[in-house]
Structure formats: C-alpha cells, structure tokens
C-alpha cells in the first residue's frame, strides 16, 4: 500500500490519501477520517488496512489538480535518527574528505539526530542558504517509518514493528558539520529532510536489504547502489536503539547514504542553486527536489 499526505493548494487542507501514480483515492472523502498520517499510524491494524484498500474498488478519485503530495510525515513527532557511515564506500569517500571528522575505527554504529521542523515533499524547494553553507550536499537513504512503540527488541522481531518505507534526502551542510564536529547543525537547517513520496508499507517490501538506492543531480548518475551493501541492516539498528529507549510509533529512521556523495569527488562537487537532485528506492518511488 502507498500512503501519501497531500494537501490542497492555497488553502492548507492536509488530507491522507492511499493511491499510486494514476489514482489517489483521499481517506476522509471515503469515509476514512484521517487528515494526519502519524494518527493513522497509531491506530493502524489488519481491519483499518482492508478498508483502505477496499477504496480502490469503490471509491471517489482525488482531483490531483487541486492537490500537492506533500513529505507523507510533514511534521514528525520526534527527531529523525539517523546512522552515519553505514556503508563501507562511503565511509572511505568521507575519510579522504576530512580525516578529522570522519575517519578512525568504527566498532559500533554511528547514530545522530537530525531536527526536522517541516519537511519538504517532493517537488518542494531545499534551501542554499548562501553566506552561511559552502558546501551543500545531498545523501540519499531508505527511510524507515515504525508503526508502534519498540524497547528491548530482538533482531529476529524488529522488522515486525515497521510501518513502512520512505526516501529521505539527509542534506548536509559540510562547512557546519565539520566545523561544529557533531552533526546535529550541518544536518538540521530548515529544509534539510526531504521525504517521499510516500510512504510504501512494509508488507510489500518483505526484505529492505535488497532495495537498489540511487541518486541523480541534474539527470547525472551521482549514487548507485543497494541497501544490501549498509554496515548495520534495518533490523539491527531498530533492535540496538531500542536497547533501554523506547522508540515511539511513527518514529522516522534514516538508515544512511551510499558512495557518490559530493564531497566524495576530487574536486567536491557540492549543490548550487537550480540543481535539481532526484533520489530513487527500488519500490518507493522518487523523490525529487530542487536547490533554490
């Protein structure tokens, strides 16, 4: 199932609509009240998701000119967490970047926070914030979305707390982000989590590990690879970080970006404005955004 928040333009109805690329179908114009996707995550069970897709059967089309998909969590709850350097080709282009911030052994998973005041969707603008970032990035990474609350989970049973899957472009300001040696602020300027389109549900990704990633700036091949290739795997990190910390439902986390970032070429070759940056999962979808 796809699950999309769209919003009516020029007048900031958010509503939650199930659908795919031809036909989105809005819940609560089919008798399913939901305008919040975290509110339908809470609630979510085998009963709610038979009635969704009964839609498809019977229900009443959205007008997609009168709407705009937004990020499917515009506002998340909590911080995204995300893990750094998680995989191995990325960890070597990192470290020729800056030794000092990236290099050295890694024996456990690295995890960080990452704000997220308002996410933009596909479509929407990044900023370039000239004058404060010289060196803006683009990481394209699986997102993983949970669907209850998880403390102490075993690795064996992690992927059964998974709502679903999404695309998140973990832009980064790499000026700040080696300059302040934590992460949090070259990751969390407004405009800086990009998610989308929507967000697929886990029953039709039985197995995240075999999901082909890529990214593209300006139609070139920038990242190509497959989440096969990640240090810690999904169910891994979910199970770790639930080790003593409750992990809340609707919990968004971002599960790290492939070789082929900017900072990765010599010369780097960072975003400027009128970049547009496409990001591609394997049974997700696109999400594409422009640097403004």
């Known amino acids: 199932m796809r699950l999309y928040t769209i919003e009516k333009e020029n007048c900031q109805e958010i509503a939650v609509a199930f659908g795919n690329e031809e036909n989105y179908y809005v819940l609560r114009e089919n008798g399913i009240d939901y305008s919040k996707m975290q509110d339908l995550i809470e609630d979510w069970n085998e009963e709610l998701s038979k009635k969704i897709y009964g839609i498809k059967d019977f229900g009443n089309k959205a007008d997609m000119e009168t709407y705009k998909i937004c990020a499917p969590i515009p506002r998340p709850r909590q911080d995204v967490i995300c893990l750094g350097i998680n995989y191995y080709e990325h960890a070597r282009e990192a470290a020729g970047f800056s030794q000092e911030a990236f290099g050295g052994e890694r024996p456990r998973t690295i995890y960080f926070s990452k704000r997220c005041s308002q996410a933009p969707g596909t479509g929407d603008g990044i900023p370039s914030y000239e004058g404060l970032v010289d060196s803006l990035d683009y990481e394209a990474e699986l997102g993983v979305v949970l669907g209850k609350d998880v403390k102490d989970t075993s690795k064996e049973l992690?992927?059964?707390?998974?709502?679903?899957?999404?695309?998140?472009?973990?832009i980064s300001a790499r000026n700040l982000q080696t300059a302040h040696k934590q992460w949090l602020r070259g990751k969390s300027l407004d405009g800086f989590t990009p998610m989308g389109p929507c967000i697929v549900t886990a029953d039709e990704i039985p197995d995240p590990q075999k999901l082909d990633i890529r990214c593209y700036v300006n139609e070139e091949l920038r990242q190509n690879s497959n989440t096969k290739l990640q240090i810690q795997d999904v169910a891994g990190a979910?199970?770790?970080?639930?080790?003593?910390?409750?992990?809340?439902?609707?919990?968004?986390?971002?599960?790290?970006?492939?070789?082929?970032?900017?900072?990765?070429?010599?010369?780097p070759r960072f975003l400027k404005k009128g970049d547009k940056v496409r990001c591609e999962i394997e049974g997700i979808g696109c999400l594409e955004n422009v640097i403004c």
């Open 158 to 170: 992690a992927l059964a707390s998974v709502f679903g899957y999404t695309i998140i472009n973990d």
């Open 238 to 267: 979910i199970s770790e970080l639930s080790e003593g910390m409750t992990l809340l439902a609707g919990t968004i986390i971002a599960t790290g970006t492939p070789a082929g970032v900017g900072m990765g070429f010599s010369p």
